[in-house]
């Protein structure tokens, strides 16, 4: 068995749920994946439940692009290490196809851009089932730092973004998260309707760089979609204990706090009191990942 490419990626969090206006934005986290293509299976579980790797691969066939030398799709093997919950609305899959797509970059000195990458982590993302609006936000948080957002309706990739920025200092915060269980079923396109001016609202803060503010109001307007009582009072309960902005991402479960740094004493109660409502293996700290963050690594 021999490595024939490698590529990593981060995890993120949602600001803006693409659902509820046609406008996503995702913020890159430090939660790193690093993905290796082999010529041969690997001995370890591969984590990839929803075969987003191999919609990877036929997305890069089926885009014109060759694969290695006397190899075909089925020859393309795996190995995934990774520090992101799946299925907890912190951007995996996104992640995952990201850096598979960097390993396969690697494994045929292919150079893609930022925009070619991710047009093709957000089609192999449709095509595993794995996203309701093509995640085009998500990819790009995963690819990149700070935050990027985009209008998920536009008629091409790089038409679509329409601002970025760098993101909070990752010195000023802490972001601990609460990965609760994963959800049994998925909120349908049709659901975030209703809510669509509560999403305007978080879409404006985010236009004028209120990102936390953001982050907010959209969380409590996605547990309204999807009806989420208790992530909607974590989410309450951390503001009460000292956080500055808190939200289930993506469609969640995971609830996503952000606490200043200076605030060790918050950031303590917070942990304390999502200790009482699930295992400590759920309770992940991190921090943002803006521009000047340095590279990432995993032990």
Request: hydrophobic share 40%; charged share 20%; with cysteine.
């Amino acid at each position: 068995m021999a490595v024939i490419g490698t590529g990593e990626a981060h995890g993120a969090c949602s600001l803006l749920h693409a659902a509820g206006t046609g406008y996503g934005a995702s913020i890159a986290l430090d939660l790193p994946i690093i993905v290796k293509a082999l010529d041969k299976p690997s001995k370890r579980h591969l984590k990839d439940s929803n075969d987003v790797l191999k919609s990877v691969v036929e997305v890069w066939v089926s885009s014109g692009l060759t694969l290695p030398d006397g190899l075909e799709p089925s020859d393309i093997h795996w190995a995934v290490a990774s520090k992101i919950p799946q299925n907890r609305g912190l951007k995996s899959s996104a992640a995952l196809s990201i850096a598979g797509l960097k390993a396969l970059c690697e494994a045929t000195n292919t150079e893609l851009s930022d925009f070619e990458m991710v047009n093709l982590s957000s089609q192999a993302q449709v095509n595993a089932g794995v996203s309701i609006t093509g995640s085009i936000d998500d990819s790009w948080a995963c690819l990149t730092k700070g935050w990027t957002l985009i209008n998920a309706n536009a008629e091409d990739i790089e038409s679509g973004v329409v601002m970025s920025g760098p993101g909070p200092n990752p010195d000023d915060w802490v972001v601990i998260i609460a990965a609760r269980d994963e959800r049994k079923t998925r909120p349908e396109l049709e659901s975030f309707v209703p809510l669509f001016q509560e999403f305007e609202k978080a879409l404006m803060a985010l236009q004028q760089g209120e990102v936390l503010n953001c982050l907010t109001i959209n969380g409590r307007a996605v547990c309204s979609v999807t009806n989420d009582i208790q992530g909607r009072k974590i989410a309450n309960d951390a503001f009460i204990n000292g956080a500055r902005a808190s939200g289930v991402s993506g469609s969640g479960p995971a609830v996503v706090i952000i606490i200043p740094s200076l605030l060790s004493s918050s950031a303590n109660r917070i942990r304390s009191t999502l200790e009482r409502l699930m295992p400590s293996n759920q309770i992940i700290e991190t921090k943002f990942l803006s521009f000047d963050t340095d590279e990432l690594e995993i032990e």
